[in-house]
Structure formats: C-alpha cells, structure tokens
C-alpha cells in the first residue's frame, strides 16, 4: 500500500503526460517496465553539442529546450541575447546541461565563422547544426523590391551556408555531424505571394541533399525538415479567418506545434537517424502529401 502510494506521488505529467497512469504497480507489472526508466534511458542526445540559430523564440527554442531534455548541450544564437534570450538560456540550463546564448547575425560569412570558432573553444565539440533562422518578407513578384528579395534569402539561405562553411571542418575531423536545415513545406510545393521565402526554402533542401552527398564519406549526414503551418510569431500575424482556412486543408485539422517539430528534429539529430541523409520530412499535419 505505502509503496504504491509512492508511486502515485511521482508526477510525470509535464515529461510524460500519457505515461503518467502507467506508473500505478499494477499497469507496471501488467507492461513488465517501470516505465519511469524508459525516459532515462532515453537521453538520445547525451554527450552531444548542438548549434542552432536563431533559436531565442518559436520554433529554434522548442528546439532547443527537447535537445537539452534528450541531454545535449546547447549553443544557441540569434539577433540579441536581450531579456527573452536570457530567459530562453535559463529555461535550457534548468534541464541541467550546458547553455550559452551568442549574439551573432547568422547572415554574416565572416561573424558566422568567429562565432562557430568561440563554440567550439566553449564546448569542446559540434555534433549537431540547426539551421533555423528565418524571415519573411511576403509580396507578389510585381510588388517585390530587391531588397525584401535580398533580406529573405541572405537570412534563410546565405545564413545556412555561412554555418555549414563553417561547421562542416570541424565535423569532418571528428568524423561525425548532423545537419538540420529548417526548410518549409512551401519550400516543396511553392506559394503564391512567398516567391523570394520558397526560393530561399528549396535553396535549403537542395543545400542539404548536396551537402549529403559530399560530406556522407565523412560521416555528416543531412536533412531538411519542411514544417507546414506552425503556429509561431511568425504565423500570429495572420487573421483568425486565414488560420481557420489553413486549419480546413490539414487533414489533422490543427496547425502545428514547435514541439511537433522538435519532435523529428531530435530523431534527425540523434544516432536513431544514422542512416538517414538526404531526405526531406514534411511535419505539416498531411497539408500536403
Ligand atoms: N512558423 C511556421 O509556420 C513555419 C513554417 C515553415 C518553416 N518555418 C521556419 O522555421 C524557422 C523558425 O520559424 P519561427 O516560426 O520559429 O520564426 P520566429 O520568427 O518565431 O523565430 C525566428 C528567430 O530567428 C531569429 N532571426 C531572424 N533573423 C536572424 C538572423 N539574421 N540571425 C540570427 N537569428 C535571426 C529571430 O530573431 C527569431 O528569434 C524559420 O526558418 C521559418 O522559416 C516556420
């Protein structure tokens, strides 16, 4: 009875919401597992250093707070390390790995380079870049300036050279790397009014597949995840009325979550990938198939 109450009283609701009824004896001995013990061996990142850009809100941080649950140590950047970064850091570090924010442009070749250089002096190692900073400056072709084109696919495209530039020696050397390029299902399919933002995502999954296949003799894989609609700051500035009509051609009929994409980045990321390379995954929710 007294053990089975201690039982009850370990809540795994916020790691493990549809386990937590599981932890009872009597499931427990009806599995043959505690399965408390399954999320501790399941740091799938244990030992790894991660890079990822852009990484002080939305998706880059969902990103980077699953990386660090999996046990990883993360060297985020993105524009400022202002007040939200810093708690972004904090959030991270409260998972007891190591953390550090960089202020740092990402489409900069030459401050991308030092930056790169400053992490791996601070973590020993990298293991894993996600190339997740991003922008959009939406028009129609008629409409669109060179500098909104420029703006898009320097930040989005040029942004993912810079890192891998810089990444991919390193990796090389210790004959291991894994490299998520954060591309976009419009990236795949194109959009009306995103001509410069779906360049700049194909440019990536192109970038990713090349980079599969020079780098694979080295042991660096690389992919693209093409996420559908993820609901973001990115995304709240759309009216109730576009997200609804977004929301009817997702056969799940939601738009995603930061974590759904956190989800298969850290599949992507760990060694249960390690024979992936290569491949794009759409997470939109079947939006487009
Ligand atoms: N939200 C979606 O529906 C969606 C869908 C498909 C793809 N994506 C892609 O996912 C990535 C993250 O999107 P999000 O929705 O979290 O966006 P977001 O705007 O919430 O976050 C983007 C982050 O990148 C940072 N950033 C912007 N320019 C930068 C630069 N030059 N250097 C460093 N950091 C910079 C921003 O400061 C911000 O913290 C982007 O690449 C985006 O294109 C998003």
């Not at 080295?218 to 973001?232: D, L, M, S, V, Y």
Request: proline letters at 2%.
């Amino acid at each position: 009875m007294s053990n089975e109450r201690r039982d009850d009283d370990l809540d795994f609701s916020n790691i493990l919401p549809n386990f937590a009824s599981l932890q009872k004896e009597e499931n427990k001995r009806q599995l043959g597992f505690d399965p408390k013990k399954i999320y501790i061996v399941m740091k799938l990142l244990e030992g790894k250093t991660a890079i990822i850009t852009g990484a002080a809100r939305g998706i880059g941080k969902a990103l980077a707070l699953k990386f660090a649950q999996e046990g990883a140590n993360i060297a985020f950047t993105d524009l400022n390390i202002d007040e939200n970064a810093q708690n972004t850091e904090k959030e991270i570090a409260a998972f007891g790995v190591k953390v550090k924010g960089y202020a740092s442009n990402a489409a900069n070749f030459e401050e991308t380079h030092t930056i790169v250089n400053q992490i791996l002096a601070d973590f020993g190692s990298i293991d894993i870049l996600v190339n997740n900073a991003g922008i959009t400056k939406d028009g129609l072709m008629m409409r669109m300036t060179e500098a909104q084109w420029d703006a898009v696919l320097t930040v989005n495209l040029k942004s993912a050279f810079n890192f891998i530039h810089a990444c991919t020696p390193i990796m090389a050397k210790q004959r291991k790397g894994s490299i998520i390029n954060m591309s976009s299902v419009v990236g795949v399919h194109g959009n009306a009014g995103q001509c410069n933002y779906s360049a700049s995502k194909a440019g990536m999954i192109g970038l990713a597949k090349s980079i599969a296949q020079e780098m694979g003799s080295r042991g660096i894989r690389a992919n693209a995840i093409a996420p559908g609609f993820i609901i973001t700051a990115m995304t709240d500035q759309l009216s109730d009325a576009v997200k609804e009509e977004w929301c009817k051609k997702i056969p799940l009929r939601r738009g995603g979550t930061p974590e759904d994409i956190a989800e298969v980045a850290t599949f992507l990321a760990s060694d249960m990938s390690q024979y992936v390379t290569g491949q794009v995954i759409q997470v939109d929710g079947g939006m487009n198939m």
